[in-house]
């Protein structure tokens, strides 16, 4: 089962497992190039991408820290190289002083916003297979990543139309909040629905 010894490649699950490694690391590389070209380091860059599209209430250190899978300590000192480019800044909530809340200047706002197509090459090559390629690496994909995720090896944040306490159109008599969130137990306006959430929770399987 070791598929990182050529010996052992021969099977399709030996052969799709290289080939994700081998994904994987193409989008290393992209990050990793994009990110020494702003002369950042690759947890500043997905700093960057956290400030811009994580929820807004999770945006603070803690939020960040579990983002990057890294201790209070190393995401404090992100912060404070954010900081020192003005990319970043930080205030104590004023309700909880304990809480460190986390926003982007207009400058990494900027920054952030000229990532967006940072995973286009990925997504050009995907776009140029054939429909029904692209509907079987999607449940594949999907599949693969839920069994991770179940196992604890990943933690996905995604949008809410993706998740298992998503109820859309539950309260047709709030224009403001149509949608629910079940995790939460409150209406959800639609601007919500579309950052990336620490509390998501993939749908099960059809």
């Not at 070209?37 to 947890?43: D, E, N, Y």
């Not at 579990?66 to 404090?76: D, E, R």
Request: hydrophobic share 40%.
């Amino acid at each position: 089962m070791n598929a990182l010894n050529p010996k052992n490649r021969s099977s399709p699950p030996g052969k799709i497992t290289i080939a994700l490694y081998r994904i994987a690391q193409a989008i290393q590389n992209i990050v990793r190039h994009r990110a020494a070209a702003l002369g950042l380091s690759g947890l500043q860059l997905q700093s960057l991408l956290f400030l811009r599209y994580g929820r807004p209430a999770a945006r603070t250190m803690g939020g960040l820290a579990q983002h990057l899978h890294v201790g209070y300590p190393a995401a404090s000192e992100v912060v404070d190289a954010l900081e020192k480019k003005r990319l970043a800044r930080r205030v104590t909530d004023v309700q909880d002083r304990r809480i460190t809340r986390l926003s982007l200047t207009t400058k990494g706002l900027a920054e952030a916003e000229a990532l967006e197509n940072l995973l286009d090459d990925v997504e050009d090559i995907i776009a140029a297979l054939p429909p029904a390629e692209q509907a079987v690496l999607e449940r594949s994909t999907q599949a693969i990543i839920r069994r991770l995720v179940e196992r604890g090896v990943v933690h996905v944040a995604d949008m809410c139309r993706y998740c298992q306490f998503f109820r859309p159109h539950a309260h047709p008599d709030q224009p403001d909040a149509p949608h629910h969130c079940a995790y939460i137990d409150a209406p959800l306006p639609e601007s919500e629905t579309y950052w990336e959430c620490p509390d998501f929770k993939m749908k099960e399987e059809a």
